[in-house]
């Protein structure tokens, strides 16, 4: 699979060990189309082991499926066990790759990353019910051998969205974007978070300045997770209608995103934006300081770590365990954020990181992200902020709709009001 320069990147994200390359034995064997690693080699002894199958955007995403790997990963090294991986190329390898995984009746429970893995969950679930799986985005409300991982993305997109309407608001702009990947329901939470947010951000900015404003949210789901060209397209064409901010939600075809606002901002001969981009999932902001102004984190790593947890201490449910603001599950991460995520790097690779991007040290890193987030008056921030307390409190409530029909109803509302309307 090709994954669009992103290789690079990964090592730099996420390297916590090195994998050793390999086939998974027992029934039959892994998918052919399928990749299969283990964490570490066996040079100790383990006190069992898990095992995750990634969806075909896969890992080098430096969102969705990294931070998957990265909850994993934790847990493998903080419980003690082996990590198996499985990589789907194509629909077709799920329920093989589920299959045999759990034929092997090794693993305390088997992770299976993404919303496009449901039907295949069920059928294995059902089919091995010793197993204990975990699905993250896949609603399977009803075997006790299956949790169901969700995430209030609306929540968190909700604070992305008044933040990149407050910033359009500001400079005197009419427009900001979402790029999106493959039209399916939790997408559409994003997008509806995210334009709530905004219209959020249209009413504070007439309490606060006493002028109206009307604030375009273009928007394009681009049909893939691991397509950088595509996104890029969709952000330039984005940009030359007049986005001012540009929230990408589309995993590796996301990371297009950032490289047409950077080319936007060299163009100008600028190093910082506005406009800008919003990251997605991870704190992505280190990727290109200057160019995202924060990241909207869904912390996977969050609920996979707590998946396996539960497994090892003899908890585990099923059913659907849903993660919001209040858990921590979504958020707009911080230069601290960042700064935890650059740190957790092997040394070598931070210096590589740093020279780069074109900085002597960590703490310049850190200071420039500050400079950047400096650019945004601190009215908004602390704006955005006042969001997410009435969301956490309840005082807000924001709409998740999961399908077409509902979507449609928050592309045609007026408010935020309206949209809140449609959250019950």
Sequence with gaps: MKKAGLAVFLVGLLALSVFASGCIGGGGGASSTATATKSEAKTSAKAGAIAIVYDVGGRGDLSFNDMAYLGASKAAKDFNLELVELQSNSEDDYYKNLETLAKQKKYKVIIAVGFMMTDAVKAVAKKYPDQKFAIIDGYIPDMPNVMSILFKENEG?????????????????????????????????FEAGY???????????????????????????TGSFNDAAKGKAAAQAQLQQGAWVIYQVAGGTGLGVFDAVKEYLDAQGKKMGPPFAIGVDSAQDWIKPGVIIASMMKRVDVGVYNAVKAAVQGTFKGGIVELGLKDNGVGLSTVDDVMAMFNSLPEETQKKKLQELGFNSKEELKQYLEKTRAQVPDWIWKAVDELKQKIISGEIKVPAPMDKAGIEKIRQAKTWQEMEQLAS
């Design 157 to 189: 997109s909700a604070l992305a969205g008044a933040l990149a309407g407050l910033i359009a608001a500001n400079d005197g702009k009419d427009k900001v974007g979402i790029v999106l990947g493959m039209e399916i329901p939790v997408l559409y939470k």
């Design 195 to 221: 334009r709530f947010g905004v219209k959020w951000a249209e009413d504070y900015y007439k309490q606060k300045t006493g002028k109206d404003v009307n604030i375009e949210v273009l928007y394009q789901y």
